[in-house]
């Protein structure tokens, strides 16, 4: 195990905020780089892009298997990610567009930990609390 590895954040952007063929390509690269080549499983939602012919080819080339989270349950599976992740990725979205200049890097840890302070920071607890509320329906 490489802490200096496991420690690097890799982040994907681009101007229109939409994922395409180029970024899912590169994920699939992470991912077989970071196991090694070994056989994997990715997953990711139903999202159009991730479902072209092209993108299964190129995971099951790099001996990944796709396995797709089924459609519109992200909210009753990750209520946190919808209510939680998707406040904090609007708040980070600009700082780290200015670091990024909307290309494809690495970003350090120390940078995303940064950019994430700032903007946990500046989040509303109330979106927290609801959230957990929700998720475990207390």
């Known amino acids: 195990f490489n802490l200096d590895e496991a420690t690097k954040i890799i982040?994907?952007?681009?101007?229109?905020?939409?994922?395409?063929?180029?970024?899912?390509?590169?994920i699939i690269d992470?991912?077989?780089?970071?196991?090694?080549?070994?056989?994997?499983?990715?997953?990711?939602?139903?999202?159009?892009v991730h479902r072209t012919k092209s993108i299964v080819v190129y995971a099951t080339s790099k001996i990944i298997h796709i396995v797709y989270v089924p459609a519109r349950q992200t909210s009753k599976l990750q209520p946190l990610d919808v209510k939680v992740f998707g406040a904090l990725k609007r708040c980070f979205r600009p700082y780290y567009e200015k670091v990024c200049n909307f290309d494809i890097k690495e970003?350090?840890?120390a940078t995303s930990y940064e950019c994430f302070m700032k903007c946990s920071n500046d989040m509303d607890t109330s979106i927290i609390q609801s959230a957990f509320k929700e998720a475990f329906s207390l």
Do not use: E, P
């Open 11 to 26: 982040s994907y952007v681009n101007k229109t905020g939409y994922v395409t063929a180029k970024i899912v390509k590169s």
């Open 30 to 48: 992470d991912v077989h780089r970071k196991s090694n080549g070994q056989l994997s499983i990715l997953v990711i939602d139903k999202c159009t």
């Open 107 to 109: 970003m350090t840890y």
